[in-house]
């Protein structure tokens, strides 16, 4: 089966198809709709042969669709119909939860995704949980107001870097993971890890695409099968 991957974020929409090296994109940002997305997307990979899709989300994901609209896109994702729109099977995951599982070896591991917001999930022997840390209060603000991309552009790298250590140390503590994985595409902007963490292997999208397509072993791609395969409407 061959999959396309699409990975909707605040800034960019990367594309990415089984066989294929090169990841595409186009810009997002607070206009972009659903529908719109759609046409980009099919759009950008005419050239692609693929059989099924699987979307990263940035908010929570019920029964294959957006639970809520995007903080930081347009309106018109609750509800919308992937499945029509492309004419293919749909999988759509949370992006941080597709990130992490891209990246899960074992145990409890936190993932947090420092880029346009902060992304997060929880994975628990092999138990993936989609999480919305992002938008829980901090100092003056959310913890996405000072490790999000805002924050980053507000305060300069070198608060930023300090904030992503407070805001990870805090997280820690209160939810004790054997593992941390830093992702994101503001992570490249750490110059020192905080304790116990380690940074994404590969870039973010390719991450996605390995969890997608399978290529992190037996238990991914049984998830992926599973869910891609089931008929439209009905629940994971």
Same mark, same amino acid.
């Given at each position: ?8 974020? &605040? ?14 994109? %186009?810009?997002? &940002? ?49 509800? %919308? ?9 749909? /999988? ?5 939860? $597709? ?9 409890? $591991?936190? %993932?947090?995704?420092? &880029? ?23 100092? /003056? ?32 503590? #209160? ?7 830093? &992702? ?16 994404? #292997?590969?870039?973010? $999208?390719?991450?996605? #695409? ?12 049984? %998830? ?7 008929? #439209?409407?009905?629940?994971?």
């Amino acid at each position: 089966m061959n999959i396309l991957v699409v990975d909707v974020g &605040g800034t960019n929409v990367k594309i990415l198809a089984t066989g294929q090296k090169e990841v595409r994109k %186009f810009p997002s &940002g607070l206009k972009l709709t659903a529908r719109q997305m759609v046409l980009q997307v099919k759009k950008l990979a005419g050239d692609w042969k693929y059989d099924a899709v699987s979307i990263g989300y940035p908010g929570p994901v019920l029964r294959n669709r957006p639970a809520a609209e995007p903080h930081n896109l347009g309106r018109g994702w609750m509800g %919308f119909d992937f499945e029509a729109a492309f004419k293919r099977p749909v /999988k759509v995951m949370n992006d941080a939860a $597709m990130q992490a599982l891209g990246s899960y070896r074992t145990g409890k $591991m936190l %993932f947090l995704g420092l &880029g346009t917001g902060l992304g997060s999930t929880l994975i628990l022997d092999g138990i993936v949980g989609p999480m919305e840390l992002g938008h829980l209060p901090y100092k /003056k603000g959310t913890y996405e107001d000072y490790v999000g991309d805002r924050g980053l552009q507000q305060r300069g790298k070198k608060q930023w870097r300090k904030h992503v250590g407070d805001v990870v140390e805090r997280l820690v503590a #209160a939810l004790q993971p054997d593992d941390v994985v830093l &992702g994101g595409g503001n992570a490249k902007h750490l110059k020192q890890l905080p304790p116990g963490c380690r940074v994404l #292997a590969t870039t973010p $999208m390719r991450s996605k #695409a390995a969890s997608a397509c399978g290529r992190r072993g037996r238990r991914v791609l049984s %998830f992926q099968k599973k869910t891609m395969c089931r008929p #439209a409407g009905r629940s994971r």
